[in-house]
């Protein structure tokens, strides 16, 4: 939502600061503090600052940038390293951010998720920003779950640090302002999404809003649905999908669909419309035998189909999550980025979803570096992947302890993705609609789905001022209305489209600027 009066003021906090030392001062108060293991909600032996600096940036403003560790009970498991970033003039809100993938690496705080760009920062609004690396380092072997071979750290990892952190920024707010903050919204997108999901199922009384972009909720459903994915890609002769015939797909699938929504634009809005209209047997080869790049044989085309339905999981995971959702392989999914792999073996660079599934699937179930995942049947090991779904999950859809304390969620999903599937957060709003109704639900969630938008690709990369959306809402009791996004794409930048509540999808009129978000209205 564009708020030219609150935009103003933000690029008058990043960019006409009166000079003061201010910052400086309040920020070697706080270097080498401690908290003390009693002020953090969960068991942990306490957290130190490591360096307070005093930052001046032209979007940020000035903040006193903390860094510091949450000290494990385990001492061998890895510490929490945490980030906090405290704004000369605070708004007296709090906002935290997810990590993404398999985290590992520091959330610095200073950028919001796929902003508006012409919405100031969080820290120029006057937002404390903290995020944290989930508890352990990046594999720099590659190998991204190697860190869950420890228990405290995989418990971390499944949400536990996320209340750790919470704690310890709070701790640092009121040592810096005397005082807690009066809003503490969360904002995340992929393994972030998940976490939004965590701190609302777990912590619901520590947040008054979370944006959730692309939530990986049910983690442990997604990995063994990308093992069995690859399994079936890699274990079938003929069976895997090399990049050049992914883009002949991708082409046919944009040469029937592209202008079903009343616009020849490069992005399928009328996802339904579309699945109606393709046919991937069109692109079958002479005979069904493998011709060449131009053709897709019986054996590619029965992988995409496996893509294009649920996967059974063969066992009942949190929330009773049996199967996981269908993939937009035939709705122009973004395969650009991720594909099928370079090579008909896994180990000559692996699908991503298999890639990703096999670290769930060696760490976490099977707790064994060399196990073959390709060999994996989830029947067999029921009892590890719920161990492992009760301890990283948030798959649960009774929030009402987070709607009994006001609390607001703002959903999104591009409909390209394939890294985490947009139906599968359809599959979870419409458990949230069964429990709660649409007219309840209504009043504390709103699910959209962004036309052409992939995992942070896609022909059309959103841009959007979901803080301002939730603030407005948590803060001042204005409800979302009709939302607006801009594409950020280099090639496309600036042009603007409406982000419709599901099942709604932008239409174009037919008359007015293509790249004008006024010329398309949400239909269902």
Known sequence: MFRPAVLAAGLLLATSIPASKAVAAECSQLAGRRIPAVRIGLRTSGAEVTAATPVEEPRGG??????????????????????????????????????????????NGELARFPNPATPTP??????????????????????????LNAEALANFGGDQLKKTHDVAVALIVARYGRGPRRTYFQGNSQGGHEGFNV???????????????????????????????????RTPGGWIPPEKAQVLDAAVYRTCDELDGLKDGVIANVRGCRGAFRVGSLRCPEGRDAGP???????????????????????????????????????????????????????????????????VRYMAMRNPTYDSLGFRPTEHAAALRRVSDLVDASLDDISAFERRGGKLLLMHGTVDMAVTPYNTVAYYERLLRRFGEPRLRRFVRF?????????????????????????????????GPQVVVDTARETAGRAMPLCEYPAWPRYDGRGAPRAAASFACVR
Not at 72 to 99: M, Q, T, Y
Request: glycine share 14%; net charge negative; proline share 6%.
């Open 448 to 480: 959209y789905l962004a036309a052409g938008f992939g995992h942070g690709d896609g022909p059309f990369q959103v841009g959007w001022d979901s803080l301002g959306t939730l603030d407005a809402w948590v803060d001042e009791g204005r409800a979302p």
């Open 294 to 360: 131009a053709c897709l044989s019986d054996a590619q085309i029965r992988t995409l189909e496996a893509f294009d339905r649920e996967t059974p999981l063969g066992v009942a995971l949190q929330g009773g999550i049996d199967r996981f959702a269908r993939w937009p392989v035939f709705e122009g999914a973004a395969m650009r980025r991720f594909n099928f792999g370079r090579g008909p073996s896994p180990s000559q660079g692996p699908a991503f979803v298999y890639m990703m599934g096999d670290q769930m």
């Open 123 to 148: 820290l120029a609004l006057g937002y404390v920003t903290f995020g944290s690396d989930s508890g352990h380092k990046a594999d720099p072997g590659g190998d991204a779950a190697r860190f869950a």
């Open 200 to 234: 609302i199922q777990r912590w619901p009384q520590d947040y008054d809003g979370v944006i959730a972009i692309h939530p990986v909720y049910d983690f442990t459903a997604l990995q063994t649905a990308g093992t069995l994915l690859g399994q079936a890609m890699y």
């Open 62 to 107: 000035r903040f006193c940038r903390v860094s510091g560790l949450i000290h494990p009970v385990d001492r061998s498991a890895p510490d929490i390293e945490f980030r906090v970033n405290l704004p000369e003039r605070w708004n007296g809100k709090a906002l935290h951010i997810g990590g993404g993938g398999y985290n590992g690496a520091v959330v």
